[in-house]
């Protein structure tokens, strides 16, 4: 009778000691906020065009924290899609819609002598990448030009243009090798010819 | 004799260095036109600074080098700027970069320029500067910038300085050329190196298939007053690797990520070093450079000190180039070099060799096979890395564990490539990957940037709305204390009850003068004629009578003024209630037209909450026209407070009568008959100023139930009541008022007439008796008809009640009618399923309006009637 009083005593005073612990490190080491929300808006492109049907990147990685789809952000593509299956767990999806899996980088050229200077691109551009004032020609800065293609439909003079961001020597990348094919996959060792003896 | 090192891995590759060693060095010939690319090095490009038509001299800067990591260029030859734009430059891509095109005017006169008279006098900043502005960049292979290398001792304590002279890569012989050569001058450069950086040590590492060169340089370092050795290593692909020669001279590693100078080494290669001897000894620019021409599709391959600018064209005609045996056209070495399409491609500072390559020295690689797990390129890979995981990472595309088996140290040699047995092209995968992982970390920076801008964007746009909410705020606070103070000075002067309160006072301060002299003059008359008393006593008490009453009507006034006033506000706010309900009804018309047009599914639900909203609207409204009905009442009530006054001014002239008659009492001596007289008429005036007192009393009531009025419904009926009854009452005690006022008027002039001729005359007095008498039927007449009018008026009110409520109530079905006419109109016009149901009700509606006008009619007569008699 006295071991299982003095079992039942230390196993609470136990249980108190560890709520305590639990209590004090709930409320010290609170983490302000969603840290999966970061990550998750970390992996999107930022381009705040708002195809995935919120205003803007963050709330639509907030909605993916709250279970939503990850695969609603075409110019994330693919790319997006396993990324952030991989951050969450979830099973690689099929991009929604019929986007392109690998779609065009694009960058908003306005053409300046068709502008009147109606400042509707500006407000319309999420990031501040459109340059102008009232009754002044705009222009867009390539540079921050997320190519969200929001600024075109609200141009009443229809001058603004989306155009894919053309490759330069600094831009431009080395391609994969090609995949073989079916016949060269049947190529056995032997085929291989003979190194060119160059030493005479 | 230092000793040598080993790193790991490396292969032997065939050589084929020989052919082009059998010739000394020749000068390349000079093009028509020379295409200097802007960028040549690696860093930022630098920018033309010259123009379209310029005439050039050569050695003369015509690019300025653009921030910290850039160099500028120079004029190969004289001649003129002949374009600035687009052409072909060596790249892997094959694709075009700015080059400033000069066409050469074959005088190659040099800009003028001089040796640096001794560059140990200049500080260290002002040589490396000395050395930029003459456009020196790493002549290895990659271009670095050479004066940033020497900066780099700054920060770092230099011990040992290499100097690159392994040339490991097949084919090329421009470095052993060079120092076969021209070894004086490559120490002259280390000289220089050596004064800047001032390392213990300096090592030349050289491989050991280049005796020639090997042993001039050992000639030629003999004099040098500094540690300074030069050390054969084995010939191993690839010892030429800058951080490979360093573990073999000094074993020392490189760490992962960091440049020799942590490690306090620098290293340079000899081409390199022999520009550094120009550009100090003789003051010129890096414009030319040692190109090996080579491979089995050149007549005589040959090095050739070539002008930057050239193109491979000029260098390839010079070298005797066999077109029909020539498949490839390679810039660099077969190992890390790349092939190229145009023959018009510049040769640059960092171009070391051009193989012209048969096709049995290039073959066509054979397919590559699946990878067999073989661990030959983990053998030979000179970074020590895991060539097979790496392919296994790049080709699935899984960057980040192969950044995680550091893909970023491979320094792609290709000696994986070269043993591997299935032919897979692993230094091809491991660039994409490179590259792959470069741009993904380019658009993160970028996505971060853009993500940087919405929300600054975002937290102006909320900042901005917010201080317009506050703007909108204090606007609408300062617009209720303007209104407030609007309305209390509305309510002060020009009220009309206000106003009436006024005139009121001013005729009430008279009356109590007249008062107060009436009660003067009869304490005279009382002093004079002690007989008299008991009649000056019943005066007194007249005029005592006629001051309560004055009270009553004062009390009255003060009772009606706070009703008034809160009934003017109510009927504000009802105003403000049935236009909201209105507005609100609209909307939610709007909103059922949209969404009859979307034909979505809340549509019913829509309608019922708009009829709920027209039944507000009409409320609201009604409440509203019944306050204003009420504001008419109580402006009928001021009316009645006027009438109110115009009885006081009879009193009050009946007061002054009755003053005249006593003063004509007093000249009468006594008449006794005379005095009769006068107590018969202030007998007519009490009993006149009866009826007054009654009207009061009703005014008095009126004001009572006003004040309850508001809040509830059937004192309003009451009120209406009286007010309905006050009306005719008034008109015909007026007319009974002034009816006794022009009796007592023949009175007095008879009174007047008889006073001078004769007062004894019985016979007048007693006509004049009669007369009064006659008087007095009058005035009891007109009470007697007040009698009446006020039962009557008790009688009739059911009537009237029941008469305005059919009114109101026909109204309100008017109202109803024509606004479910407006909302059947607008349904039809769009086509809505409920325009049949509306009609039903419709029909309905204008059933009972019918029935409310029927009822109207019959009830017009009576009241109109009534209102007659």
């Known amino acids: ?200 | 004799m230092g000793k040598v090192f080993a790193f790991h891995g490396g292969i032997h590759p065939p050589e084929n260095k020989h052919q082009s060693t059998q010739l000394p060095i020749a000068k390349a010939p000079l093009s028509k036109v020379l295409h200097i690319p802007l960028q040549q090095h690696i860093g930022v490009a630098a920018k033309a600074c010259v123009e379209v038509g310029d005439k050039v001299l050569k050695g003369q800067c015509i690019g300025d080098a653009q921030g910290h990591l850039s160099v500028p260029i120079h004029a190969s030859s004289s001649g003129t700027v002949c374009a600035i734009g687009e052409h072909p430059v060596p790249h892997p891509s094959g694709m075009s970069g700015l080059c400033i095109s000069i066409e050469t005017d074959g005088e190659d006169r040099w800009i003028e320029h001089g040796a640096l008279e001794n560059f140990r006098a200049l500080s260290e900043l002002e040589l490396i500067d000395y050395i930029r502005d003459r456009g020196i960049a790493g002549m290895g292979g990659a271009g670095f910038p050479t004066a940033l290398k020497l900066q780099l001792g700054d920060k770092h304590i230099i011990n040992t300085l290499v100097i690159n002279a392994a040339e490991c890569e097949p084919y090329i012989t421009a470095d052993d050329l060079l120092m076969r050569e021209r070894s004086t001058q490559i120490v002259g450069g280390i000289d220089v190196l050596q004064h800047l950086i001032k390392p213990s040590h300096v090592i030349i590492g050289i491989e050991d298939n280049k005796p020639q060169a090997f042993r001039a340089l050992k000639a030629a370092i003999k004099d040098c007053a500094y540690n300074i050795d030069v050390i054969s290593v084995p010939t191993k692909y690839p010892s030429g690797g800058e951080k490979q020669l360093i573990q073999l001279l000094t074993n020392v590693e490189v760490p992962n990520g960091g440049i020799p100078a942590d490690v306090g080494i620098v290293c340079q290669n000899v081409g390199t070093v022999y520009a550094i001897y120009r550009a100090v000894s003789k003051g010129e620019s890096l414009i030319s450079r040692i190109v090996t021409v080579t491979g089995g599709g050149v007549n005589k391959p040959q090095n050739y000190e070539t002008l930057i600018g050239t193109p491979v064209s000029t260098l390839l005609q010079a070298a005797g180039e066999i077109q029909d045996r020539v498949s490839k056209l390679i810039i660099g070495g077969p190992m890390m070099g790349y092939s190229i399409t145009s023959i018009e491609i510049p040769l640059v500072k960092t171009t070391n060799c051009i193989v012209a390559a048969s096709v049995n020295e290039m073959p066509v690689a054979d397919p590559a096979q699946a990878c067999i797990r073989c661990g030959l390129c983990e053998q030979v890979c000179p970074a020590q890395l895991l060539p097979q995981q790496l392919h296994w990472f790049a080709k699935s595309q899984e960057y980040i564990k192969a950044q995680q088996h550091n893909l970023f140290d491979c320094i792609e040699c290709g000696a994986c490539s070269y043993v591997c047995p299935s032919n897979i092209p692993l230094v091809q995968y491991y660039r994409h990957a490179k590259t792959s992982i470069r741009e993904e970390q380019q658009e993160k920076r970028k996505s971060d940037l853009a993500r940087e801008r919405f929300e600054a964007k975002h937290k102006r746009e909320q900042r901005a709305i917010d201080e317009k909410a506050a703007k909108r705020k204090a606007r609408a606070e300062q617009a209720a204390i303007s209104q407030a103070a609007k309305k209390l000075s509305e309510n002060n002067p020009s009220s009309p009850v206000v106003d009436d309160e006024q005139q009121l006072k001013n005729q009430l301060n008279a009356a109590k003068l007249k008062l107060q002299q009436a009660q003067d003059h009869l304490t005279k008359l009382a002093s004079s004629h002690g007989s008299q008393v008991s009649d000056s006593a019943l005066a007194e008490r007249q005029v005592q009578h006629a001051k309560s009453n004055l009270a009553q009507i004062e009390k009255a006034v003060d009772d009606f003024k706070p009703q008034l006033a809160s009934a003017i506000v109510d009927v504000k706010k009802l105003k403000i209630g049935a236009a909201l309900a209105n507005t609100k009804l609209n909307k939610a018309q709007q909103a059922l037209k949209k969404a009859i047009e979307k034909s979505q599914p809340g549509v019913e639900q829509l309608q019922k909450t708009i009829t709920m909203l027209d039944q507000e609207a009409s409320n609201a409204s009604k409440l509203y026209q019944k306050a204003l009905r009420k504001n008419t009442q109580a402006e009928t009530d001021t009316t009645e407070v006027a009438e109110t006054k115009r009885l006081k001014i009879a009193v009050a002239i009946a007061l002054s009568k009755l003053k005249k008659a006593q003063v004509q009492f007093a000249n009468e001596e006594y008449s006794d008959a005379a005095s009769a007289t006068l107590f018969e008429l202030t007998k007519q005036l009490e009993k006149a100023e009866q009826p007054l007192a009654a009207l009061q009393k009703a005014t008095a009531e009126n004001a009572n139930s006003a004040t309850n009025k508001n809040s509830v419904q059937p004192p309003l009926k009451t009120r209406a009541r009286a007010t309905e009854t006050a009306s005719p009452d008034l008109k015909v005690l007026k007319t009974a008022a002034a009816i006794a006022r022009t009796k007592l008027k023949k009175a007095q002039d008879q009174l007047q007439t008889l006073a001078p001729e004769d007062q004894h005359n019985s016979s007048a007095v007693q006509n004049l008796l009669s007369e009064i008498k006659s008087l007095e039927e009058k005035v009891r007449l007109s009470q007697a008809s007040y009698v009446k009018a006020k039962e009557t008026s008790d009688f009739e009110p059911s009537v009237i009640e029941s008469a305005s409520v059919r009114r109101t109530h026909y109204n309100k079905i008017l109202a109803l009618h024509t606004k479910a006419m407006a909302a059947l109109a607008k349904a039809e016009a769009d086509n809505s399923p409920a325009v049949t149901k509306m009609r039903i009700s419709i029909d309905k509606l204008s059933g009972k309006l019918k029935a409310a006008t029927a009822a109207l009619s019959s009830d017009s007569i009576p009241t109109s009637n009534k209102d007659f008699t």
């Open chain 1, 1 to 200: 009778m006295n071991t299982i009083i003095i079992a039942v005593i230390v196993l609470f005073s136990l249980a108190i000691v560890f709520g305590l612990i639990l209590g004090f490190s709930a409320i010290k080491f609170q983490v302000v906020g969603n840290p999966i929300v970061d990550q998750i808006d970390s992996l999107l492109p930022q381009t705040q065009c708002g195809q995935c049907g919120h205003p803007g990147c963050r709330p639509y990685a907030e909605s993916i924290a709250n279970g939503e789809a990850i695969n609603k952000c075409p110019p994330g593509g693919q790319a997006t899609i396993e990324s952030l299956a991989n951050l969450l767990d979830l099973e690689i999806l099929e991009l929604d819609g019929d986007h392109d899996d690998n779609p065009i980088k694009t960058v908003a050229y306005i053409r300046e002598d068709e502008c009147i200077g109606c400042t509707k691109c500006i407000q319309a551009c999420p990031v501040d990448a459109i340059l102008g004032a009232a009754k002044q020609m705009h222009t867009v800065i390539v540079d921050e030009c997320t190519g969200c293609d929001l600024c075109v439909a609200p141009c009443p003079v229809d001058c603004i243009d989306m155009l894919p961001i053309a490759t330069t020597i600094n831009n431009w990348k080395w391609q994969a090798p090609k995949e073989h094919n079916k016949f060269q996959q049947q190529l056995i060792a032997t085929d291989k010819s003979q190194p060119v003896e160059q030493e005479s």
